[in-house]
Each structure stands twice: as C-alpha cells, then as structure tokens.
C-alpha cells in the first residue's frame, strides 16, 4: 500500500538515481530488513530486558551517520536526550543482571 502511495508522487517530479545510489538503497533497505527479522528473533530467545540496552543504541547510529556521511551536527535535542537514553540503558543493564542473579537463587 506505501508503494503505491510514493508511486502517486510520481508526477511531483522525481530525482533520478545513478547505478550507485539505486545499489545503496537496496543494500540500505535489505539490511533494514534484516535487522528488523534479527531483532524479532533476539526478542523470541532472549529477555526484554537483556535486549533493550540494543534497542537504545540503536536510537545513536542514526545521528552519528549524520554526522559522518552528511555532516549534519548533532542537535541541542539529541544532546538533552542522551543522558537519558544513557541511564536508560544502565537502568535495562542493572535490571537484566538482577533478575539473572534472583534465578541463579532461587534455582
């Protein structure tokens, strides 16, 4: 259904692609979606809470390829939310090592 929505688009006026930037965006789009498959089984074997600190790193990749491939400098927004995307993970890190420690007791 997206498909065919963008394809609606096409009379705005599309930008063509060289041979390399069309091999990018499929390589782009099929590594997309491997990781996506990849974390839906992470999330079938493996705890929540051992999987987040993944997830929340996962928020950083995208602004640090900015930086690198376009030069775009990191935002004051992003600079805020780092402390907590931080803690969060710490937070996700203490939990996952708790509850492996409560099992280990308790059996």
């Excluded at 099929?30 to 600190?53: D, K, N, Q």
């Excluded at 930086?67 to 939310?81: E, K, R, Y």
Aim: glycine fraction near 12%; proline fraction near 5%; avoid cysteine.
């Amino acid at each position: 259904m997206s498909s065919l929505a963008g394809l609606a688009t096409l009379p705005l006026g599309w930008a063509s692609l060289s041979h390399i930037e069309f091999g990018l965006l499929v390589l782009s789009g099929l590594f997309g979606g491997a990781g996506h498959i990849a974390m839906t089984l992470a999330f079938r074997y493996a705890e929540v809470s051992r999987l987040a600190p993944f997830e929340y790193v996962a928020l950083v990749w995208p602004v640090i390829a900015d930086w690198v491939l376009f030069g775009i400098p990191v935002s004051s927004g992003f600079l805020l939310a780092l402390p907590l995307m931080l803690s969060g993970v710490a937070l996700a890190a203490m939990e996952g090592r708790r509850l492996k420690f409560r099992a280990k007791t308790n059996g």
